[in-house]
């Protein structure tokens, strides 16, 4: 999509027209702060992070950080309570409950369905291509419709595990006629460059990402949406006033801040993702692993279910995938620690001799 693509024809009116609230640390960040009924007398327990103070609305000093680990301008970026945040705020601005639709390519991550549902927005699905798991752009762009609104790709792709092909992804984000959201959750295991890079060229281009996976910090649920300035200036209108809380953005400060430990790991998962490859392709009962550029391999494997609660009973949770389309009696596996794996192998060598 051209540079003249016009997002305020996508955005609802009501959003449009929407006065955001406007939060006491917009103005004023130090001083002698009485503005916001904040407890005076702080926290129930010594700290030096000022926690009875609100944080930083617009998450500056975070998003500066974020933007010069990608190579993009910090008004390029929202920092969201994971990446749900980001597709939930999407839905609300360019999504009218009832009448609009998104289109979606399964098998693919699931929230996308999830929110959908949540806002009353309708769902059409055009399958990945069997066996490679690329998106079939001519039928994607026949299934499209004057309601619809927003194209989910997930690449690398939950739970197939594969990136989508560049020149696909480019046809769809110039053809599509609406918003093109890429979710990159795994980027970092991939040997493809990011979607980011071509933010400043596509207006209708999103790009998701999150800091659950490749830093390792799922539990502090902070995720990451790209997007030109005029997408990024409404999600920041839309969301709560505070949706980044001080130890999240000051954990994932520390984070971005260790980059050569989180790339020493990223390798390190790599490294044992190969092995773990070869170590289940030697068990008879395994018909293929999938090729993999993200922390999982989606493996077939007979009698899929059974093993699958076979292996929960010994305390080893994998993912049944069987009920996806195009995954029939598939397993989507995480790549552990060396010992994690040797005990998975293990207990899959026991199960299926």
């Known amino acids: 999509m051209s540079s003249s693509f016009n997002i305020e024809n996508f955005v609802r009116p009501n959003i449009r027209q929407l006065e955001p609230y406007h939060s006491a640390r917009e103005d004023f960040e ?29 998450q500056k000093r975070l998003r500066g950080l974020i933007a010069k680990w990608r190579g993009v301008r910090r008004e390029n970026i929202f920092t969201g309570v994971g990446s749900d945040e980001g597709i939930d705020l999407l839905f609300r601005i360019f999504c009218t409950p009832g009448k609009d639709r998104i289109l979606t390519v399964p098998p693919t991550y ?44 997930c690449s690398p792709n939950n ?12 046809q769809l984000v110039e053809k599509f006629p609406g918003i093109v959201v890429v979710d990159e959750a795994y980027i970092d295991f991939s040997e493809e460059p990011s979607w ?20 390792g910090l799922a ?17 920041m209108k839309v969301k709560a006033p505070y949706n980044i809380n001080k130890l ?4 994932a400060i520390e984070g971005l801040q260790n980059w050569d430990t989180v790339s020493f790991k990223i390798n390190a998962i790599k490294k044992e993702r190969k092995q773990l490859a070869e170590k289940l392709n030697q068990l008879n009962a395994v018909q293929k692993v999938y090729p993999s550029e993200a922390n999982f391999l989606l493996v077939k494997i007979n009698n899929a279910r059974t093993l699958y609660e076979q292996l929960t009973k010994r305390d080893i949770i994998v993912r049944y995938r069987g009920d996806e389309p195009h995954c029939n009696s598939c397993l989507r596996i995480t790549v552990g620690t060396p010992d994690e794996n040797e005990r998975l192998i293990s207990a899959l060598q026991d199960l299926t001799s």
Do not use: C, W
Request: proline share 6%; glycine share 4%.
């Open 30 to 58: 130090d001083g002698l702060l009485l503005d916001a009924n904040e407890n005076s007398l702080g926290a129930p327990f010594t700290d030096d992070s000022k926690l009875h103070r609100y944080p930083d609305p617009a």
């Open 110 to 153: 699931g929230m996308y369905t999830v929110s959908a549902n949540i806002y009353d927005i309708a769902i059409d699905e055009v399958l990945l291509e069997e066996e490679t798991f690329q998106p079939r752009v001519e039928p994607i762009l026949n299934a499209t419709t004057p309601e619809t609104k927003i194209l989910f790709l």
């Open 159 to 170: 739970p197939t595990a594969n990136t989508f092909e560049a020149d696909r992804v480019e």
């Open 196 to 215: 980011t890079s071509k933010i400043a060229e596509y207006s209708n281009l999103v790009v998701l990402q999150t800091m659950s996976k490749s830093l």
């Open 219 to 235: 539990g502090i649920r902070l995720g990451i949406t790209y997007a030109q300035e005029q997408i990024i200036n409404y999600m």
């Open 248 to 251: 999240t953005a000051q954990k």
